[in-house]
């Protein structure tokens, strides 16, 4: 059976820059890097604050990627403009709240079609593939199919914040009924939030998932895997300097 395909999230790359506004590091590099290590897809969330990735981060990782760029946003007209100009492989569309630390729920669609089909109509139109951010939820897939998106992407934050065992496999179960579901209603099928190295694997299991979208896990495994590298060519700065200076 295929795996599931891959979409490494770079945002956090970008608020470790822009805590102290220096050029690194770029989450341009780290895009390339992660292509290198296989990744078959990159996503980043140009937030409407531009808190982390920048307008620029955009438009040269779609210029230089050779794997699909996702773009998550909010479905509004400055944000739909700026996809239009960037034309990414596909958007996600997500919920976006200031104060949020990040996305917390899925887009709430049902009852709200009529507000939201312009953007998505545009979106289409551009050739761009569309995917909604939803809730494990059958009315939520429902509204999104009348939409007439081709992707849903699954909310897994719950499932990965579940406090027990038997929490997460309730989760889970939800997940892969959501997920079963949104098939049957004919929609692809994509799932993330919340994912790490110790509880994706259950929901790369299932068989009606298409993209898993993870990011803050892969950004955080990147600064252990790649700290003690960091050390030793620091520390060769340190011994070389003395040594110039004999
Ligand atoms: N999918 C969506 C729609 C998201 O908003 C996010 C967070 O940016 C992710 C996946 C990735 O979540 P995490 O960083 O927790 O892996």
């Known amino acids: 059976m295929t ?15 822009q805590a102290r506004g220096t050029p690194y590091p770029d989450p ?7 292509q290198l290590g296989g990744t078959d897809g990159i996503t980043v969330h140009p ?9 620029r981060d955009v438009k040269l990782l779609k210029e230089i990627l050779q794997v699909p760029l996702t773009l998550e946003m909010a479905l509004t007209p400055a ?21 949020e630390r990040t996305t917390e729920s899925g887009l709430h669609v049902a009852g709200r079609e009529k507000e939201l089909e ?25 509204a999104a199919r009348s939409l007439d998106v081709p992707f849903v992407e699954i909310h897994t934050g719950p499932y990965a914040l579940a406090a027990t065992p038997a929490e997460q496999e309730r989760e889970l179960h939800q997940v892969a009924r959501a997920a079963e ?13 919340g994912l790490h190295y110790h509880n994706t694997a259950p929901v790369a299991a299932l068989s009606a998932i298409e993209w898993i979208h ?19 060519e620091m520390q060769d700065i340190l011994r070389r300097a003395r040594m110039q200076n004999r």
């Open 3 to 17: 795996p599931p395909k891959l979409s490494v999230n770079i945002d956090h790359v970008a608020t470790l820059r």
């Open 28 to 34: 341009v590099d780290v895009a390339v890097l992660a």
């Open 47 to 55: 937030r409407e604050d531009r808190r982390h990735i920048q307008d």
């Open 79 to 99: 944000m739909v403009d700026f996809a239009l100009q960037i034309q990414p492989f596909a958007c996600t569309l997500v919920p976006e709240a200031r104060e």
């Open 118 to 142: 312009p953007g998505i109509r545009r979106l289409r139109n551009a050739g761009i593939v569309v995917s909604i951010f939803i809730d494990a939820d059958a009315g939520q897939i429902a």
């Open 181 to 193: 579901f949104a098939r049957e209603q004919g929609l692809r099928v994509n799932a993330g939030h």
């Open 214 to 232: 993870t990011g803050h896990s892969v950004v955080a495994r990147a600064l252990l895997t790649g700290m003690e590298r960091a050390v030793r």
